[in-house]
């Protein structure tokens, strides 16, 4: 069996609004390795988010968010699952709230109500999948997988975005450059 061509992953591309006819962040970063990426909507929702969102977020107790639940797929095989939380007083009566692609994607669509990324907060670690994990991924519940847990601030240290997503280690490689000053 033949191991996947790597792809090198920056996050910056998945935070910046999109130009007219330019394609999404993850078939644009997929076709650099000569694969296809796509996505599928699951779910689209007004729920009180798991206690790591809600604070990073700084929601109150039982405060809502708009969650927007996604399956990447590389080559039609689902390889990612990333849950995007928006405060619903960002959220309510937009795209973000409806359960359709949002045209540029939701960076486009944040921009555009005055949202633009000024800091993020990234953390990753490696857990077992979960068995929904598993059943999704279609991989054996407790394969390991890397999740990568997403806050995005604007101006001010405000956050906007909290992203959960929860991948298949296989051919990834994350890259990240900082400035210090």
Known sequence: ???????????????SPRGDGQADAWSEELAVTGRSGSQRLREVAEVVPP???????????????????RV?????????????????SVAAGTGLAEARKIRGGAPTLLAGLGYV??????????????????????VAAGTLVVVLFR????????????SVMTMLPEGRHFRYHFRTS
């Open 72 to 88: 990447m797929l590389v080559e039609d095989r689902p390889v990612e699952l990333t849950d995007s939380y928006y405060p619903a």
């Open 151 to 162: 806050v995005v601030f604007a101006a001010g240290h405000v956050p906007f975005e909290a």
């Open 117 to 138: 990324p000024d800091e993020v907060y990234e953390d990753i670690s490696v857990r077992p999948a979960t068995g929904e994990e598993g059943e999704i991924l279609e």
């Open 1 to 15: 069996m033949s191991r996947p061509p790597e792809w090198v992953g920056s996050s910056a591309s998945y935070l």
């Open 51 to 69: 206690a790591q969102v809600a604070e990073a977020l700084r929601l109150r107790g039982g405060e809502a968010a708009v969650v927007r639940r």
